[in-house]
């Protein structure tokens, strides 16, 4: 996977804590980006779902009952 260079701004001391925790912080900011992107696709699938949420559809029910004969 490719990979972008980018810079973030961080507490001293809470850069200074991770590191005496042995915490990587570009790894720690790499998990956290990732969780935060995951949220917020998982919200704005929810939020499509309430604007156009599914209804029974007849032609499904139909569809199925081919498979039956």
């Known amino acids: 996977m490719a ?3 980018t810079t973030f701004t961080i507490d001293d001391d809470l850069a200074d804590r991770a590191r005496q925790l042995g915490i990587n912080i570009s790894a720690a900011a790499r998990q956290g980006v990732a969780d935060a992107v995951r949220a ?3 919200r704005s699938d929810r939020q499509a779902y309430l604007q156009r949420p599914e209804r029974p559809d007849p032609f499904w029910s139909d569809a ?3 498979g039956e004969e």
């Open 3 to 5: 990979s972008s260079r």
């Open 64 to 66: 199925e009952a081919w």
């Open 40 to 42: 917020a696709l998982a």
